[in-house]
Nanobody
Framework: QVQLVESGGGLVQAGGSLRLSCAAS????????MGWFRQAPGKEREFVAA????????YLADSVKGRFTISRDNARNMVYLQMNSLKPEDTAVYYC?????????????????????WGQGTQVTVSS
């Protein structure tokens, strides 16, 4: 099992920045990918970003390219989502996820079913 705990959410004005953190523990040696998804009220959960745990290849949704960056710190078992130029439509609960099944080196997977472990989520609210 892998446990994931997110932090760093909050309320920010449009145009501002936030950095989400995800701490992984447990059987982290079994993880190939880490990712972030989000779910806005009344909407389905959607892919935001993913990263290979070892090689560092990244993949971002078109809606956040150029604004968000995903990174990882293997030594600390941490994954980060740096969010800049935030928009009201970025308001959602953000979930950290980990995948222990290998698919490819690039791109990292972007479908929910390709991930095995999920955090509880952290709320991000962007005011206009």
């Amino acid at each position: 099992q892998v446990q994931l705990v997110e932090s760093g959410g909050g309320l920010v004005q449009a145009g501002g920045s936030l950095r989400l953190s995800c701490a992984a523990s447990g059987r982290t040696f079994s993880v190939y990918y880490m990712g972030w998804f989000r779910q806005a009220p009344g909407k389905e959960r959607e892919f935001v970003a993913a990263i290979n745990w070892s090689g560092g290849n990244t993949y971002l949704a078109d809606s956040v390219k150029g604004r968000f960056t995903i990174s990882r710190d293997n030594a600390r078992n941490m994954v980060y989502l740096q969010m800049n130029s935030l928009k009201p439509e970025d308001t959602a609960v953000y979930y950290c996820t980990a995948g222990s099944r290998y698919y490819s080196d690039y791109p990292p997977p972007s479908r929910q079913g390709q991930y095995d472990y999920w955090g509880q989520g952290t709320q991000v609210t962007v005011s206009s």
